[in-house]
């Protein structure tokens, strides 16, 4: 089975922090995406990336960044975390073998509050 | 431009009883479509996909969605409720090719009456 973790359940930030969120998955998939999740918008895209060391802006990629130097990690950095940041974030990976399909699979988020 | 319209926020059904969730998609090409779930406090898991094989794709727990090009629809359904199907689903399109982006639905959120 497809494993994606994220390193925390729960944040909580002030503002102005630096804040990073990491994601691991284990399947050897090439994709690795950045979401965010808002009451009635559904989830956005971020960023996401290709391969090591690439990266693509997503929907919404204002405030973020991200950095992917091993294929298995994908790190969401909140430069100077505000208070519009406080969402639900959901890392997701797919591999190349389903892109025909991009079918996704989904870690199980982390909830950061920023103060 | 892609897009995908789930034309309801909140759904109410008794358990039991069949289950109809409604997506409407826009896509300038040939779509792959999908339903995932997402139970509380947890991460997304994929219902069931369409890429272009069968109109009437079956998914996991019961769940079926039929795409409809001439309705551009892709409507999921489920015979009888469960308990534990409350959840909050989405419909996702993505727009074909090469390129690996999904576009959400703004979700419906289902709840089961016992």
């Known amino acids: 089975d497809v494993k994606v973790t994220q390193s925390s359940r729960y944040l909580v930030k002030r503002t102005g922090e630096k804040v990073f969120l990491e994601c691991v998955q284990d399947?050897?998939?090439?994709?690795m995406f950045w979401y965010r999740q808002d009451p009635g918008l559904g989830l956005r895209l971020i960023y996401f990336?290709?391969?090591?060391?690439?990266?693509e802006k997503g929907d919404i990629p204002e405030g973020y960044s991200v950095s992917r130097e091993k294929k298995e990690r994908f790190s969401l950095i909140l430069e100077s975390a505000s208070t519009n940041q406080t969402s639900m974030y959901l890392c997701?990976?797919?591999?190349?073998?389903?892109?025909?399909?991009?079918?996704?699979?989904f870690g199980p988020g982390t909830r950061l509050t920023v103060l | 431009a892609q897009s995908v319209t789930q034309l309801d926020s909140h759904v109410s059904v008794s358990e039991g009883t069949p289950v109809l969730l409604r997506c409407n998609y826009s896509s300038s090409y040939s779509p792959s479509l999908f339903w995932y779930v997402q139970h509380p406090n947890k991460g997304l898991q994929l219902l069931l996909k369409y890429t272009s094989a069968a109109t009437l794709v079956k998914g996991i727990n019961g769940f079926e969605a039929e795409f409809k090009k001439s309705e551009t629809s892709f409507h999921l359904t489920k015979p009888s409720a469960h308990m534990s199907d409350a959840a909050e689903y989405f419909c996702?399109?993505?727009?074909?090719?090469?390129?690996?982006?999904?576009?959400f639905g703004t979700g419906t959120l289902l709840a089961v009456q016992p």
């Open positions: 399947m050897d998939h090439e994709n």
């Open positions: 996702v399109v993505t727009p074909g090719g090469a390129t690996n982006k999904l576009i």
């Open positions: 997701a990976s797919s591999s190349l073998a389903s892109q025909a399909y991009n079918e996704q699979f």
């Open positions: 990336s290709y391969d090591v060391k690439m990266k």
